[in-house]
């Protein structure tokens, strides 16, 4: 009989032993916010149920974010819940390399209208409660908001949320144009950089005509 089918402690310590070598990948690191923690109750043929929803607000602070909603009759498990539903609708942020957004928008969820504007760098986030929240968990540190329709803080955030979905790089822009990033902020090129579509307009050397030069035109007519 083998030696560790004897001792089942020898079996444990092989298998420590194996994956001693192996590294678990890091996990990400998210920070969580609870935007809202409201009480709902559902009547039903016995009396009125209560359960409480807690909106949630799931982001790195390097572009990715998401909004999630949970619902239970205690509030840490609706807690978890929304942060689970946050996590599983998660979206990507572009954000510049002043903390800004690219360009302006508008997002709209319902009743819920919100306007984005990007900011120059030291205004901050000048937003409300749960859009502040969204931007900061985002990434986003220089930002104008103003909410264009209700209060109800779930669509606030949701059209905040879809405004920031709206959103496009320069770059994608540009793959989308088929054009530079450059060209579409209307920057002039540089005087030692030539530009293809100049290139291709120009007519080939080898076929253009020679010029005669004063001298040749004097050789030829000695000749003559």
Known sequence: MPRDAKNPKNSNR????????????????LQER????????????????????ALVVVGDGKGRVGVGLGKSAEVPTAIRKGVDDAKKSMFTVPVTKEGTLPHEVIGVFGAGRVLLKPATPGTGVIAGGPVRALMELAGIKNVLSKSLG???????IKAAAAGLQQLSSPEQVARRRGLSVAKI????PKADTVDVSDIKDQPDASQAEPVATPEVAQEVKDAN
Do not use: D, L, W
Not at 185 to 188: D, L, N, T, V
């Open 14 to 29: 092989n298998g420590r032993r194996g994956n001693r070598g192996k590294r678990q990948a890091p996990v990400e690191e």
């Open 34 to 53: 609870v935007v809202s923690i409201n009480r709902v109750s559902k009547t039903v043929k016995g009396g009125r149920h209560m359960s409480m929803t």
């Open 150 to 156: 209700t209060n109800n803080s779930m669509n606030t």
């Open 185 to 188: 902020y209307g920057f002039k």
